[in-house]
């Protein structure tokens, strides 16, 4: 179990190097609401998820210790982060693998979310309240990831017919001046075509609509929740008990907590910029 243990802090550690990647390729080309270039939402991308969010639902292991269950804590606003991220990447896939990638994300979605919830009836998971509120935020995020899934094909078509006729508005200001005289002329009309161009991107579009500026908010807010509580376990007198890590995956999961952690740290922040 230890290694499998090893395993998922990996899998995870995947999924953060990748949002550090669309964050740190968003710095450098000036585009802070951070198209998803490396963290996209595909088979393999799900296959990882699929392993990074083993703990949640683990039903058969016993996690008594008060590091396992934060670890386990850990996972429910990592993977609403990985949720929020992913959401620009749908505008960036045909109709057939929006459908097949999106279902497979639901599925996984709602296997963690059911089995976190028997976890909280049975006793397993006994921190009060606040696997509630994450677990809200990620069904409210399934939400809103399904409905601009939906919307997107539409979304497409439309964004299209409006670039082609920007395009052509701009194509007749050029062909009636035929010479251009000054080098502020040829600014301009450079600027027309890169600001067609970069508006008219669909995961621009996708990543600056209501619902994912939304999205953007909820997670945030969840993961400043969760940033407190951590911060605040470990400013209080009991912060030893979490080495008291009592599952059969023993000091992994101190290194899945960081790890989560830390992801969950790294993807808010271009969640906060796009907002």
Not at 50 to 58: I, S, Y
Request: proline share 4%; aromatic share 10%.
């Amino acid at each position: 179990m230890l290694w499998i243990g090893l395993y998922i802090a990996v899998a995870s550690l995947l999924c953060v190097l990748a949002m550090a990647a669309d964050l740190f390729h968003g710095f450098r080309n000036k585009k802070l609401w951070f198209p998803s270039k490396y963290f996209t939402l595909n088979v393999a991308s799900i296959m990882v998820i699929t392993t990074a969010m083993k703990l949640p639902v683990d039903l058969n292991n016993p996690m008594p210790g008060v590091g396992d269950q934060l670890t386990k804590l850990a996972s429910m606003p990592f993977m609403s982060t990985m949720i929020a991220n992913l959401m620009p990447s749908l505008a960036s896939m045909d109709d057939k693998q929006l459908s097949e990638n999106v279902i497979g994300l639901i599925i996984l979605v709602i296997t963690i979310i059911v089995n976190l919830l028997i976890q909280i009836q049975t006793g397993v998971l006994d921190i009060i309240l606040l696997p509630y509120i994450f677990l809200g935020v990620m069904l409210y995020l399934l939400i809103v990831f399904t409905s601009l899934a939906l919307t997107a094909p539409v979304s497409k078509q439309i964004l299209e017919i409006k670039y082609q006729a920007a395009r052509k508005r701009a194509s007749k200001y050029i062909h009636a001046r035929t010479i251009i005289s000054t080098v502020e002329e040829l600014i301009q009309c450079v600027r027309r075509y890169f600001i067609m161009a970069g508006t008219c991107s669909p995961q621009f579009v996708m990543a600056t609509t209501p619902l994912c500026s939304a999205a953007g908010i909820i997670c945030s807010s969840s993961t400043i929740m969760y940033l407190y509580c951590v911060i605040e376990f470990f400013a209080g007198p009991f912060y030893r008990d979490i080495l008291n890590c009592e599952s059969d995956y023993k000091w992994s999961m101190l290194v899945i907590f960081i790890i989560q952690s830390v992801g969950t740290a790294v993807g808010t922040i271009s969640l906060l910029f796009r907002c």
